[in-house]
């Protein structure tokens, strides 16, 4: 891509990471887009193709282009949550807390369920031009095992997750994503376990340096797309988040896939 082109797609990430375009929406129509961003409408095929090998958008027809993530499913009413009584706390530090809360399902009687909070963290998958993934080969004690691992940790207070996506990529890799979207958000154990994750998806990336967290850094490596399937069935990829944001990537892939054959 030129200048202008890569302005142009900048402009349109910016505008869906912001939600001016939401999910379900359809898009401008390319003559209306050409127009308001000044470019050409072969130009701004490249950056629609672009967006649609990334699943950032969808196809409908032959220039029908809308933005992904609409559903069908009603939210079901009528149900009545859990009743929290109280909580109370069985160890504190800086990096775990375990409690004990009072807890009343509906038709059931109280009792007490062990609640563990951890912190809330930001994770990034950046890709490249080479439908190529930042990945960091490591070792985790825990498990004893290495694997392969998308950077990725807590947000700081008063941070906004993006800002931490950003700043852990560099971080640990050395490399600076041009862009971050937010793609989901989830809970690991969502059982016992309250450490809500943050996944994001990067784009393009300049190495401004040599990792500076030396206790998180490993084998930092560009890993071809087309081997996570791979690398999953080997039991290579390790940690919910990068499980989350690499079949994200896959399942955005193979929904537009699907979409172009038909």
């Known amino acids: 891509m030129g200048p202008k082109t890569a302005k142009v797609y900048e402009t349109i990430r910016a505008r869906l990471a ?14 209306t887009l050409s127009e308001e961003l000044g470019i050409g409408r072969t130009a701004l095929r490249q950056v629609l193709a672009r967006l649609l090998a990334e699943g950032a958008l969808e ?10 993530g609409a559903v ?7 149900l009545e949550p859990w009743r929290i009584h109280g909580e109370r706390d069985l160890y504190d530090n800086r990096w775990v807390k375990l409690q004990l809360w009072d807890v009343e399902p509906p038709g059931v009687e109280r009792f007490e369920h062990h609640v563990v909070k ?3 963290v930001a994770i990034t998958a950046v890709l490249d031009d080479q439908d190529r993934v930042l990945m960091m080969w490591r070792y985790r004690f825990v498990p004893q095992q290495w694997g392969w691992e998308l950077p990725g940790g807590i947000v ?5 997750p993006s800002q931490t996506a950003l700043r852990e990529v560099v971080e640990e890799t050395g490399w600076r994503p041009k862009s971050v979207e937010h793609v989901v958000t ?4 969502v059982g016992m376990v309250d450490s809500p994750h943050e996944i994001f998806v990067g784009h393009g990336a300049e190495q401004v340096g040599s990792p500076t967290d030396l206790e998180e850094a ?20 390790m940690g919910s988040g990068t499980l989350v944001a690499l079949l994200h990537i896959l399942a955005s892939r193979g929904k537009q896939g699907a979409t172009a054959a038909r």
């Open 59 to 68: 196809v409908r027809g032959r220039s029908s282009y809308r933005v992904p």
């Open 118 to 120: 951890l912190h809330h």
């Open 186 to 189: 989830f809970q690991p154990m």
């Open 72 to 78: 069908s499913v009603a939210t079901p009413e009528g």
């Open 18 to 31: 912001s939600g001016e375009y939401a999910p379900g929406d359809k898009m401008p129509s390319e003559r």
């Open 218 to 237: 490993g084998h930092i490596e560009w890993v071809p797309l087309a081997d996570i399937p791979g690398l999953m069935a080997r039991g290579e990829l």
């Open 156 to 160: 700081d207070e008063g941070e906004e």
